[in-house]
């Protein structure tokens, strides 16, 4: 778990490197993404973000996040020889203000910018934004160069340097390619939930349509001041911190 300073977590993030990959087998993830089996089809009418609050946000809460993450998406069980960087999905932070000591627990995972460096830089198109604004990366495409590792300014991307075992049918994986937070796209795509804001029985996080007026986030947004971690890079995150 990581601590840092209020003022460097908002405006400073880091980054990664760079390598060779093989492709996965298995279900398409593009197909998958784009064609939702059991809802409507994605268009640009929504924007799916999430809202979390530190101040309610706990570490247990967090925990509780990561496990379900890991459950769901099955990654987090590999063991690395190499000591490179190991799956992390979405993070537990300390966010230390050096003016107060007051210390904010926080859940960092893909931000799902409306302009996503990562996309940007990809150069087979194996990084890609839905309509609804879900920022992905289909294994099928991805030859495991990095740049979008590199790119993200929230180090939320990591690569897969062992073999695997025991995937999860809605998400493939793979050894050399880059993986991160899908918000859970495969469950999104039926009506539910992201599994880490299913994973907190408070109003820490709320998931939803950001452009929906009657929707709780879009609501709670309208009340309460919210941030976006390196607001600065005018990326127009869909994950939001209250709270920091």
């Given amino acids: 778990m990581k601590e840092l300073n209020r003022r460097e977590f908002i405006k400073n993030t880091t980054v990664a490197t760079a390598s060779v990959a093989t492709v996965a087998s298995g279900i398409s993830l593009t197909t998958f993404a784009a064609d939702p089996k059991e809802s409507d089809p994605v268009t640009n009418e929504k924007r799916w973000g999430m809202l979390i609050d530190a101040n309610k946000l706990s570490e247990v809460d967090i925990d509780d996040m990561v496990n379900a993450c890991q ?59 839905r309509e609804d604004g879900i920022v992905l990366v289909d294994k099928h495409r991805c030859i495991g160069c990095r740049y979008c590792m ?83 890079l005018n990326l127009n995150t869909g994950v939001r911190y209250s709270g920091i």
């Fill in 150 to 232: 590199m790119a993200c300014p929230y180090d939320a991307r990591s690569f897969v340097h062992e073999d695997l075992t025991d995937q999860k049918e809605h998400m493939p994986r793979g050894k050399g390619t880059v993986e991160s937070c899908t918000m859970c796209v495969h469950k999104v795509d039926k009506g539910e939930q992201p599994a880490c804001a299913q994973a907190v029985s408070s109003d820490a996080v709320i998931f939803g349509d950001l452009l929906d007026p009657t929707s709780n986030i879009h609501q709670t947004l309208k009340n309460v001041q919210s941030t976006q971690i390196r607001a600065d």
């Fill in 71 to 129: 459950e769901e998406q099955g990654w987090g069980g590999e063991v690395h020889s190499t000591g490179d960087q190991k799956s992390g999905w979405i993070k537990k932070v300390k966010v230390r203000d050096t003016a107060t000591q007051r210390v904010s627990n926080l859940a960092l995972m893909c931000q799902h910018c409306e302009e996503p460096p990562c996309v940007d830089v990809c150069p087979t198109n194996a990084s890609m934004k």
